[in-house]
């Protein structure tokens, strides 16, 4: 029992520091992106990051865009995407540059 418990708790460890890593990769690529009005910022100094498709299971969920302030000044926002690298689709996660 108690080899069964750590062999889970590696597991999601490695799942979980995966996902830090910068994205994991898919068989197919997302659906087109979605487009709308963003409106005003709620302030001075805040960037608009983009929605992104995010892969859940075995289904595409939208992930709304939304107003941030950067976490330093001159700060740019270098938003996610998928790629096609190779035979799969990869995702990389937005960042602060």
Known sequence: MKRNFWA???L???TLLTGCA???AVGYGPPPPRYGAIGYAPGPGY???DGYWNYSGRNWA???GRWARPPRG???WVRP???HEGRQWRFHRGYWR
């Open 8 to 10: 889970a708790a590696v």
């Open 12 to 14: 999601a460890a490695g």
């Open 22 to 24: 910068g994205g994991y």
């Open 47 to 49: 960037v608009w990051t």
């Open 62 to 64: 939208w992930v709304d």
């Open 74 to 76: 001159h700060a740019t």
């Open 81 to 83: 995407e998928w790629r």
